[in-house]
């Protein structure tokens, strides 16, 4: 692949707001690892609020979702690098779940990195590095019929 020109990938559909963005990654590869539901079936991001979905067999106790928090937050510290790689769906099946790629999707597909806290599959906008993502607060969170549903927000530094 030539080194100065960009692999062909599908456009995406919608700019998000990059920081709030980036912050959902953190947020949702945490979850994921921490209660091995997978990442988020629902996502909502805007740039005022934003809000996630989980199939947990129970809700987060209060210490949980404080620990969620002040974990995102210390990445957010770290002033941690956000790296882009691109690979063949079939190279990318290797490290990531790629189940949720459209049917349509170009055979080169787009991994978006935060350091070694997360890596996923992503068309979408992002920061350079975790210190341009403001603090980052749960808002809210409501358990209900199996769902985990976090709303979140970021206050600028």
Known sequence: MDENKLPEINQHNKEEFPPMHTAEHLLNGEIARRYNCGRAFSAHIERKKSKLDYHLPKALTPEEIKSLEDYINTIVNEDVKVTEEFL??????????????????????????????????????????????????????????????????????
Request: glycine letters at 6%; charged letters at 25%.
């Open 88 to 157: 063949t769906q079939e190279d990318a099946m290797q490290r990531l779940d790629i189940s949720r790629l459209p049917e349509n999707a170009s055979n080169t597909v787009r991994i978006i990195k935060v350091g070694n806290y997360d890596e996923c599959l992503c068309a979408g906008t992002h920061v350079k590095s975790t210190s341009e993502i403001g603090t980052f607060r749960i808002t809210s969170s409501r358990y209900q019929d199996g769902v985990q549903r976090i709303v979140f927000k970021l206050d600028k530094q």
